[in-house]
């Protein structure tokens, strides 16, 4: 979830609204937490994706929240730092010291440190979390794993943007996932056999006014067999493999599927490993840049990035 400031108006009689998969500004494409979620006295290593205009210098701020708000509230944190331990203290005094911090710094990387016991977790979540949901008209979950989230905001050229990453708190770190694996990024012009790796400078050249096949190298490892949890319609869940998306960014031209897709049974790897992408022959940019994110259903996280230079 990411949310823009100051907001761009487009009049309504616009013609060229940008897809959501082309990037202008300071954008953050993604934010990874490794791994996805974690159990007690375990550490997450947080980074972003960031997109920011040529030149500029980005600023980070860093926090963590145990639930976070809708919109009726502008997705703020329920609960500060204080108000968590003070709450926590009534249920259990020994565990309000082990309150994280939710302040994780200025640096391009964070790191948290879940240090709350299992069951002081599930305790939380059951009297304070769950409430503090249910307020907002949200469902609480106090399951197998308890959502929290991150809170990035950056800076750049005078653009601020703020975005969300679910972490997951585990209950059992035996339910724990990895993130997704993505390796090379290769192109070919659909009148042209031979494709190029586009991590090689000297080939990583395309043609303006050309529409160039890509294909990712996303290992099938990437969807790991998981047992989703049990819910009232389904008590029993079978495993499963996960499912897998590409967002394809660019910072010109256009693709033909802003988004792929894997899905165990229905769709199949090469649909979600390849795309089309093309630059107009019209005033097209010296250079280029495509960003790669990949994501699994349990909030795995990769990506790449290729910058190609742009020949009319």
Partial sequence: MILNAPTRLV????????????????????????????GTAQTAELKALVHAPLGEAVTYSWSWCPVLGTAQNGYECLFDEEQLTTALSSLDPAAAA?????????????????????????????????????????????????KSSVILKVEAGGETVTAMKDLGLLLKVEAASMNPQIDSVKARSTKDDEWIDLADPALAVIEAGQRYELEVDVPDSSSETFTPAATDQDPNPEPKRERLFITWFVTAGSTQSMRTTFIDG????????????????????????????????????????????VKE
């Fill in 266 to 309: 229905q769709v199949g790897f090469d649909v979600l490993r390849h795309n089309e992408w093309s630059i107009s022959a019209i005033d097209p940019p010296t250079e280029a840049t495509l960003y790669v994110v990949l994501q699994d259903e349990r909030g795995g996280v990769a990506w790449t990035q290729r910058t190609v230079a």
């Fill in 11 to 38: 009049a309504a009689c616009s013609e060229s609204f940008p897809a959501m998969n082309e990037v202008e500004g300071l954008r953050v494409l993604a934010i990874q937490s490794d791994p996805p979620a974690i």
């Fill in 98 to 146: 082990l309150v994280p911090s939710f302040d994780l710094g200025d640096e391009p990387t964070a790191r948290f440190t879940l240090d709350l016991p299992s069951p002081v977790l599930k305790l939380l979540c059951e009297n304070l979390l769950g409430q503090a949901s249910a307020s907002m008209g949200l469902s609480p979950s106090c399951g197998e794993t308890i």
